[in-house]
Each structure stands twice: as C-alpha cells, then as structure tokens.
C-alpha cells in the first residue's frame, strides 16, 4: 500500500516540518506545489492530506486547505522499515480482542493501538476504516474510532450468508482431486484439534485462532476475493462476539472440535450431502451460539 511504504513516511514528516512556522488559519500550497517541494506524486500527497485532516492539523474544504493547529513532535510518523504486515495486524488485533474481552462501544484510540501492534497510525486507520465497510467499527462524530455490538438481525444475516459460502466451499472441496493441497491440509488440521481436545481443560481459549483457520482452509480452496474478505467478518464476530457468555465457553469449544472433526471426516468420504449435512449441522450451532452470546448481553 503507498501509505505504508517509505516515501509516503518522510513525506508526511516533511509536510510537518512545513507546516511548523506557519500561523493557525494560514492557507496550505496547492497539491502540485507540494507534489514539486516534496518530490512525490500527486496521489502521495492527497493521502498526505488526507492523514493531516484525520489527525486534526489541516481542514480541508474543496480546494482549500486551512492549518488547524501547529504540529506536534507526536504527529510525526516514524520512519522505519520493521511494521507487522497488514496480516499480522488483523491477526494481532483479534488477539487483543480475544485476550482482553474488549466490550462494545469501545472507543478505540489509534495512536495507542498503533505502539501496541507495531503500526504506523495510518496504517491502522486504513484497516479501521475496511473494517468499517462491514459495520464492525464506526467513525466517532469528534473523531477516532468505536468497536460496535451486533443486532440480532445483523447475527442472523451473517449467519446466512456464511452458511451459502460454505457449503460452497464443500461442494468444491470433495470434487478436489487427490493430490490437492486441501487434503494434508485437513490431515495437519485434524492433528491440530486432536493436541488440542487433549488440553481442552487449561487451553480452550485457543480454539479462536484454530477455528479462524479450519474455517479459512476450506473457504481458501474457492478462489473469491470478497470470500476472503467475509473471512475478516466471521473473525470478529464468531471468534468474539459469541465468547461473551463465559461460563459454557470450554465446553462449546470442546463441542465444536467434534463438529470441526465430523466435517473433515465428510470431506475425506467424497460425498458431497455428507458434507454439506456436517456443515450446515455445524453452523446451525455456531448461529444459535451467537444468538445465545446477545440474549446473555440483552441485546435481542
């Protein structure tokens, strides 16, 4: 992503460093003056601005471009080479969510979550701001971000359409041929739940992150974009948001692995009904959990 890289880093240092001995309400130069001054493109210094505006140091009206207030020496990017990869922070940020039982309406500070997942803070607005395509998190009227809760009806909709994407997802698995990668797949993810089931009593909590892959497996062999950007949704809400009602949270896991088991057994039989019967079986129960996890809340 240009934001992230490099250049767009000593950009935005040096448009601060611009902006430093000018007065508050002066006018900023026009986007060609200062794709010349800093020596980058056009596009790098409409995402400079863009970053200015979300941070509050620059109002931008049209073509008019207005100092808001003088920068800071927190307002400067660090320029360094040793981010996590976009990657890694959707899966750091589950973590946190995970680990921390983080509740809805959370505000959501960027610059703090930025030091804790090793991000510069517009990288990390960016990812917000894909998370906000999907109603997960939203825009705060005076800035910043909050961490939503979930309707029964957004429950039931998901839940829906996971259901459609991945009995596809089986229907494509089983018609695989036998030296497909799929099936040492399955075979690494059956030892996986089997070491797990086996300390189930201390380490339930790991079935978010084992489930998150199983899941992402089978729904990988089907080579779709916006599959792979539902995978982000069913993260966040069926890893999370279903883990509020603590008290049965070992044994739904410890129940799940059995379903996980049942699927993988369906697949290896090449019988597509079997398959899709071990799925739907098995996200009737994970749409009953979430439904279950919003009672708890009173949510519905």
């Known amino acids: 992503m240009a934001r992230t890289d490099t250049r767009f880093r000593s950009a935005y240092n040096q448009t601060l460093d611009l902006l430093a001995p000018l007065a508050i309400d002066a006018a900023l130069p026009s986007e060609l003056k200062l794709a010349e001054t800093l020596k980058v493109s056009r596009t790098v210094v409409r995402a400079i601005l863009k970053r200015l505006s979300e941070e509050g140091l620059v109002q931008l009206e049209g073509r008019q471009k207005t100092l808001l207030r003088t920068p800071r020496e927190a307002d400067r990017v660090p320029e360094r080479d040793d981010y996590i990869s976009l990657r890694e922070l959707e899966g750091r940020f589950l973590d946190w969510v995970l680990r ?14 930025a030091r804790r997942f090793s991000v510069p803070p517009h990288m990390l607005q960016e990812f917000l701001a894909g998370l906000g395509q999907f109603g997960l998190v939203e825009r ?17 909709e998901l839940s829906d359409f996971r259901l ?69 949704v069913i993260s966040l809400i069926f890893h999370y948001h279903y883990q509020w009602d603590k008290q049965l949270e070992r044994h739904r896991n410890e129940a799940a692995i059995g379903e996980h ?17 071990a799925v739907r079986e098995h996200l009737a129960t994970s749409k009953e959990t979430l439904l279950a996890s919003l009672r708890v809340n009173r949510l519905v």
């Open 100 to 113: 921390f039982d983080v509740p809805a309406d959370t505000p959501l500070n960027v610059t703090q979550l």
């Open 140 to 156: 705060r009227p005076r800035g910043g971000w909050s961490l939503l809760g979930f309707t029964a009806d957004y429950a039931v």
């Open 164 to 232: 459609l994407l991945e009995v596809n997802a089986a229907r494509t698995v089983v018609g695989l041929p036998e030296g497909h990668p799929i099936w040492a797949a399955l075979d690494a993810l059956e030892r996986d739940h089997l070491d797990l089931l086996g300390r189930i009593e201390t380490d339930f909590r790991d079935f978010s992150s084992l489930d998150e892959r199983f899941h992402a497996t089978i729904n990988g062999v089907v080579k779709n974009r916006f599959v792979e950007d539902f995978q982000k």
């Open 261 to 277: 088991r049942a699927i993988i057994d369906a697949l290896r039989s090449r019988d597509p009904m079997a398959a899709e019967r």
